[in-house]
């Protein structure tokens, strides 16, 4: 996976003013375009699209201090097909206009090129198993809530605490497929995981075809496949989110699966009464590489 990204970054930089082909890029490191988006920003710790518009505004940079051309002529250089578009993302990331940055020479905010390694921690390994599940539906309430990356998602919670407490009695009666127990279900995430990006939160469980549901209830169909299942304990959401990141920074670079599509699931084993602590299950949809 490491080099696979890094010959992303080779085909990004060998074609700055191109349009972004992800579907395209993906096929030429080997991968899927699912897969990829997840891996870049959770590595780059910025989405692939950003990265591209941050380099394109780097060398464009260079190229009006050094250059004597017109701005439209720098702007189509870098892929834009006007020069009030190509100066609006130029403001964006140098935080002053090009007009300026030409008679001032600066300041800019450059990026780097990036070269991603795999850094062998290995103190402590993580816990996780793979399994088969068949095909199968998750039951429950689901919400439109913002994507948090670090913290409590407020909006999470405060849906949650909409469910009156009888209704999670009524849930766990009906599930009887894995994953076990009440769960915490996201789905239809931007596919650069970007903060604060909306996504479909379901509140509920795991049920066969077998199950009757009752016809209040919120209903998402999950293909049968592979999953990775990893156990996380300790302080709540913090643990949760440590593994989640660790996923890509670890264990995907160095094991022969990647991500498929499929909402990821976390299942509650156990939990302080306050939720400060708890062990929770982290199920993600995978496949071989």
Same mark, same amino acid.
Do not use: C
């Given at each position: 996976m490491?080099? #696979?990204l890094? &010959? *992303?970054? /080779?085909?990004?930089e =060998? =074609?700055?003013?191109g349009d @972004?082909d992800?579907a395209? @890029?993906?096929v030429?490191v080997g ?5 990829l988006? $997840?891996?870049?920003?959770s ?8 990265y591209?518009?941050?380099? &394109?505004m780097? !060398?464009?940079a260079?190229? @009006?201090?050094?250059?004597t051309?017109d701005?439209l002529g720098v702007?189509?250089?870098s892929?834009?097909g006007?020069?009030?578009?190509f ?8 935080g002053? %206009? +090009?007009?300026r940055?030409r008679? /001032? ?5 450059a990026?780097a &090129?990036?070269?991603f390694r795999?850094t !062998?921690e ?5 816990d996780v198993r793979?399994t088969?599940?068949p095909a199968? $539906?998750? !039951?429950g ?5 913002p994507?948090?990356?670090?913290g ?5 919670q405060q849906?949650?605490? #909409?469910?009156d407490?009888?209704e999670?009695?009524?849930l766990?009666?009906?599930g /009887?497929a894995?994953?076990r127990?009440?769960?915490a279900?996201s789905t /239809?995430l931007d ?7 909306g996504l479909?939160?379901?509140h509920?469980v795991?049920? #066969?075809?077998s199950?009757e !549901?009752?016809?209040?209830? =919120?209903?998402? =169909?999950v293909?049968a %496949?592979?999953?990775?299942v ?10 949760l989110q440590?593994?989640?990141a660790a996923?890509?920074?670890e264990?995907?670079?160095s094991?022969?699966?990647? *991500?498929? +599509?499929g909402p ?5 084993l156990d939990?302080a ?6 062990t929770?299950e982290?199920?993600l949809p995978?496949?071989?590489a």
């Open positions: 490491i080099a #696979s890094n &010959r *992303l970054v /080779d085909l990004v =060998d =074609d700055l003013a @972004l992800v395209r @890029l993906a030429a991968t899927t375009e699912y897969h988006r $997840r891996m870049f920003s590595l780059a710790g910025m989405p692939l699209s950003e591209v518009r941050r380099r &394109r780097t !060398v464009a260079a190229e @009006l201090v050094t250059g051309g701005l702007a189509v250089r892929g834009y006007s020069a009030e578009a100066g609006r993302a130029f403001q964006a990331v140098h002053i %206009g +090009p007009g940055a008679q /001032d020479g600066g300041p800019f905010r990026q &090129r990036l070269r795999l !062998v290995g103190a402590v390994p993580m793979l088969t599940l199968h $539906r998750l !039951v309430h689901a919400a439109r809530v994507l948090v990356h670090h409590v998602n407020a909006a999470v849906h949650v605490a #909409s469910i407490p009888a999670h009695v009524r766990k009666a009906i /009887d894995e994953p127990g009440l769960l279900v /239809d596919p650069d995981r970007r903060e604060g990006t479909t939160y379901l509920g795991a049920v #066969s075809d199950v !549901v009752p016809g209040d209830l =919120d209903v998402l =169909d293909d %496949g592979a999953w990775a990893f156990r996380a304990a300790g302080a709540y959401p913090d643990a440590a593994v989640w996923t890509a920074t264990w995907f670079p094991n022969p699966w990647r *991500l498929r +599509p990821e699931v976390v299942a509650v939990r009464a306050d939720f400060s602590t708890a929770v982290l199920w995978v496949e071989e």
